[in-house]
């Protein structure tokens, strides 16, 4: 019995590593999504920051002005975003590939350019990364049956980011539902027109929400190469933006609900390492890939019609055009 | 013209408004050229004009939409700078929009202070924006719940909403575009009551508007635009529908349908308890039936979304028929005998789609393919292998010269031809092989008074023919003048029928809204 609790605290503890870049991201989306552009870059801005970090570290030895290069490099990505589909009015799932092709072949090139070592940035260490934190107490209450466990394994003992990163979801509920910004940002993504003729600039509304989305994917970005890993690594993002936004789209565009949707799909992950090469009564050996494939298929077969209609931002990926 | 029959403004000289020698070009086209247009403070300014005429544009300069390329904007007689919807409300200009300009998952209280908030903070702007409106809603008589969803209100008070939002905002001069498009002739009626409520405290309202009807009935002044310029401007009460419409046109027009009482003979379209459901499981059409007979135009009123737009599909065989028979021409079409669109054409049925561009029409093709749609297939217009080309341009000339479709070009694209000249083109397709049974949806839907004329003397020689006419409208007037016959439908279901020569506004008007359930949703608005 205890060992089975200890092998389910150690999964939930991964699952909270696994959901920290998805929790980020997703909020990211959540942003840029609200206020009527897709953001199907997320993947590329988070392996940009990701790279800006590690790279940006490594030289000065400090995580965080790694963490500032990463956030900077992601919201010029997220800049470039804007630019092609706000003042552009161009297609904004063309524009976010092109993001992610860019960020995919450029880390690369500049990473075997400065750093030979085939596309890797050095190992990182010391105060060039971010380590985990022993939350106040979590020794002392380590020996407590259960609630002891949760605190010291569960709770205690990650990096800053991971904390930012739960931090980020009441953030942006309170952004999203409490505030002057938020009410435009959500009214910009149903009706741009009307927001237009009330007054407000659609332009500088929706630069706005990129911009927020641009800060969030780096974060997710540095602590990819900086919190759970030592170095920069060609395509560490593995997908894990496209996950992000399955679970934005799964949580039907809200944050408490993204958040809850990016704790399952990183609780499978962690499940799929957990279960890699274990047989289990019955249905022997799990396919890996089958693993990884589950939270696109979740995403599909739930939205499909178990969870009800997922509704989208009305305005979502329609540029503004005002003239006629 | 500074006049005004408000007493209460009298003391007060310069106009609320005053527009001097504006002028707008997109591209070619010369939208507004040297427009002048003074509106007097605390009166009701009515424009008019058809389609294209250039009032909408003059509006959206004046709402800061569009910026004109040359001329001035006095607002309550000081020169104003406006370029974008901002500097607008700050000089005290409201609009309500022909397509609304709310979010619909918003609540009441969320779309009037959206843009327009007190603080950063969405519960302290609340909080003063829910005691502003409750004094404006006092004030003005526009009760609506603040906390009521506002896409699950009725279209007439979303109209209120849009109002309350210009007066959030301190606007004193309201416009308001083709308001009543949308609504039931109650809810035109409360429209009017607002506008005179507004107009006795010092608002000055500008009404865009093409229904003379109501220019007569609410405006204080009227002024009529025609092709981009200021043709005439009148007191209301010294002038008459008439001259409106010739001013409008430019000549003489006929307003009356000229036709002799119809002599209706055997049924030719016959549904028979037609109910329709759509994919999300709603009852669009509830166990419909009706007759059409040979030698008569039947029409259906109704507020645009009751089951018209389905009716219209499933007699024409675009959608399947799930429930029910339809027995058109001999033979009898239900879920068994499942026809489609081009096999009902072949049962010598004509249909004038509701919405040319969507259904009538690619508007990217040239006038000689929209004028063999549907037809494609016919013999006349193929080869062995290729399509007869010179077939279908010979084919579209002769239409174009029957229906007096201008320009008379069969290789110009459809979209760059009028509204007027479109729905004539598409009519001629249709009645140029006299069906037996045409069924036409808003058969004059943006197009210009001219034109109108035309399409219904048309539509009245095909039944002197002997053949039998649906008519789908929105336009009141229209079916009363056209029809012979008039069923009401509401949310899906037949409602009411009488002759057109005992049909009044009223009578109607209470049937559409299903006897003044409209009434009801207001005080609901209101109660809580």
């Given amino acids: 019995m205890s060992e089975f609790i200890l092998i389910l605290l150690s999964t939930l503890d991964s699952t909270i590593r696994v959901s920290t870049p998805l929790i980020l991201c997703a909020m990211a989306g959540l942003f840029s999504e609200r206020s009527g552009i897709v953001d199907i870059g997320l993947e590329g801005k988070m392996l940009g920051g990701a790279f800006a970090a590690a790279a940006v570290a490594s030289i000065t030895g400090s995580a965080w002005i790694g963490l500032s290069a990463a956030i900077g490099v992601s919201v010029c990505m997220a800049l470039l975003h804007g630019f092609a589909c706000i003042t552009h009015k161009g297609n904004q799932v063309v524009s976010g590939l092109a993001i992610n092709i860019l960020a995919s072949g450029l880390t690369v090139t500049l990473g075997i350019a400065w750093f030979h070592q085939g596309g890797q940035t050095p190992l990182l260490s010391g105060d060039a990364r971010f380590y985990s934190i022993d939350l106040p107490g979590a020794l002392a209450v380590a020996d407590v049956p259960v609630i002891g466990a949760i605190y010291s394994q569960l709770i205690s003992g990650h990096n800053a980011l991971v904390y930012l990163a739960f931090f980020t979801v009441p953030v942006t509920w309170w952004i999203v539902y409490q505030t002057r910004f938020g009410l435009r940002l959500r009214a910009v993504g149903e009706n741009p027109q009307a927001v237009d003729t009330a007054g407000i600039s659609v332009f500088w509304l929706r630069y706005r929400a990129v911009i927020c989305a641009g800060i969030l994917c780096g974060i997710a970005g540095a602590y990819l190469s900086t919190g759970q890993n030592a170095a920069f690594i060609r395509e560490m993002s593995a997908g894990k933006g496209y996950i992000a936004l399955a679970a934005l789209i799964f949580g039907k565009w809200r944050p408490k609900a993204a958040l809850l949707a990016c704790l399952l799909f990183g609780f499978l992950e962690a499940l799929t390492v957990r279960l890699e090469g274990v047989d289990l009564p019955l249905i022997g050996q799990v396919p890996t890939q089958l693993m990884q494939a589950l939270p696109y298929i979740l995403t599909v077969v739930l939205l499909a019609g178990f969870i009800g209609k997922a509704v989208a931002p009305k305005a979502i990926g329609v540029p503004y055009i005002k003239e006629r | 013209m500074l006049t005004t029959q408000n007493t209460q403004q009298q003391d007060s000289l310069s106009p609320a408004i005053d527009l001097r020698k504006i002028n707008k070009s997109f591209g070619p086209v010369h939208a507004n050229k040297d427009v002048d247009l003074i509106v007097a403070k605390g009166s009701i300014h009515g424009i008019i004009g058809e389609n294209g005429a250039g009032k909408s544009t003059l509006m959206s300069i004046l709402y800061g939409f569009y910026e004109a390329d040359s001329g001035e904007i006095l607002v309550n007689g000081k020169l ?218 039947l029409g259906i009123a109704g507020v645009s979304g009751n089951g018209q737009a389905e009716l219209l599909d499933v007699l024409s065989g675009i959608i399947p028929v799930q429930e029910g028979n339809i027995h058109l021409n001999g033979t009898t079409i239900n879920a068994k005998n499942v026809l489609n669109a081009k096999d009902f054409r072949h049962l010598s049925l004509g249909h004038v789609a509701e919405d040319r561009h969507k259904q009538g029409m690619v508007t990217d093709f040239s006038a000689r393919e929209c004028a063999i749609m ?117 949310e899906g279901r037949i409602v009411g029928e009488m002759a057109a020569s005992d049909a009044d506004a009223q009578k109607l008007g209470l049937l559409m809204g299903n006897a003044g359930s409209d009434d009801q949703a207001s005080t609901q608005g209101a109660s809580s």
């Fill in chain 2, 80 to 297: 104003a700078s406006i370029t974008s919807s901002k500097d607008a409300i700050r000089a005290g200009i409201g609009m309500v929009h022909q397509h609304f300009m709310l979010i619909e998952n918003f609540t009441v209280l969320e779309n009037v202070m959206l843009g327009a908030e007190l603080s950063s903070s969405l519960k302290e702007s609340k909080i003063s924006a829910r005691a502003e409106l409750a004094r404006l809603s006092e004030e003005f008589g526009l009760a609506v719940d603040p906390d009521a969803i506002t896409g699950d209100l009725a279209v007439g008070l979303q109209q209120r909403v849009e109002i309350l939002k210009a007066l959030y905002r301190g606007a004193e001069i309201l416009i308001l575009d083709e308001p009543t498009g949308v609504l039931t002739p109650q809810e035109v009626k409360q429209l009017f009551d607002i506008l005179n409520a507004l107009r006795a405290r010092g608002v000055s309202v500008m009404l865009i508007t093409h229904k003379l009807q109501e220019i007569l009935a609410i405006t204080d002044e009227v002024t009529v635009m025609r092709g981009g310029t200021m043709v005439a401007s009148r007191e209301t009460s010294k002038t008459t529908k008439q001259e409106l419409a010739e001013l409008m046109v430019g000549r003489k027009v006929l307003l009356e349908v000229d036709k002799s009482v119809a002599q209706p003979k055997e049924v030719l379209l016959e549904a028979d308890n037609l109910t329709i459901k759509d994919s999300a499981g709603i009852t669009r059409l509830d166990a419909v039936s009706l007759k059409v007979h040979a030698g008569e135009i």
């Fill in chain 2, 374 to 490: 549907g037809f494609q297939d016919e013999p006349e217009f193929n080869g062995r292998i290729l399509m007869d080309n010179k077939a279908v341009t010979d084919h579209c000339v002769s239409l174009m010269e029957e229906f007096d479709v201008r320009p008379a070009n069969p290789h110009l694209k459809a979209a760059n031809f009028s509204g007027g000249n479109q729905q004539k083109l598409c009519m001629a397709r249709e009645i140029e092989r006299q069906p037996k049974v045409l069924l036409v949806g808003q058969p004059t839907r943006g197009v210009d008074i001219g034109a109108i004329e035309f399409i219904h003397q048309q539509i009245v020689a095909l039944r002197d023919a002997g053949n039998a006419v649906l008519v789908v409208s929105v336009e009141l007037e229209e079916v009363m003048s056209l029809c012979d016959r008039i069923i009401v439908m509401f």
